[in-house]
């Protein structure tokens, strides 16, 4: 509401500016307006805070799937979304581009639909360039926010909303990285204490605590094993010269 109340004032300074985008449904929305928003979410509410009741607006021809893939691009595109939510609208684009051009496979590859041309491509790549048009991606980008979608668990997601790792695009490759179940033990530790840091810490095993003379008998043992006999006889020497063991052969 803060952004359509600014939004609001502006429309009360210049004016509106951008037309909202709807798509006609005379079916969905019998004995109604027979449209459906598509985006221009925060200007219609604007439009309320100031008492108006019409707005411009732009009517698009468009299905049910078409209308999210506008959706998502308009807020791609207009608001300041953190890292979190980028990578959901990603895969949410994705989610919408498989169905209507089939299931993206790794190493699998199909001819192009809707056409004769017998040529054929990789579906993972066509998805890749139209979000990189449409979206304003990069290619280093659309991969990044692709494996963050794809891989933080929904529940791990849910806990990280209100933390610093909800901004933080390194922050949730690392936890997109995490193995399901640490994912989940992560989730379980923000929600009784949001702190990433801490969280991250109970995953590290604790290290078993090792005797250091028994670590210096390892290391020694160890380069014995190159040692040639006149260097054993040497040692040998040099450690009688060290110590009296006389005691220790008694107690023996």
Known sequence: MDIAAAIGASFKERGQISPITVRRTPAKNKGATPFTLITGGHRCAAADINGWTELDALVVEADGAEAQLMEIAENLY?????????????????????????????????????????????????????????????????????RIGQNLHPTLRAAIRGTEAETDQSK?????????????????????????KLALSWLKPEKPAVDPQEAIFQKVTALLGKADDLTLLRLLNHIGDLRDFSELEKAA
Do not use: M
């Open 78 to 146: 207009r608001n300041e979304l953190s890292a979190l939510d980028r990578a959901i609208f990603v895969l949410k684009y994705r989610e919408l581009w498989e169905e209507q051009h089939g299931k993206i496979e790794r190493g699998k590859y199909s001819a192009e639909k809707g056409t004769e041309c017998p040529f054929i491509f990789a579906p993972g790549r066509e998805l890749s360039k139209q979000v990189q048009e449409r979206l304003g991606f990069g290619e280093t980008t659309y991969k990044k926010v692709t």
């Open 172 to 196: 949730l490759l690392k936890l997109a990285k995490l193995p399901a179940d640490d994912q989940l033990r992560v989730a379980a530790s923000l929600k009784e204490k949001p702190d990433l």
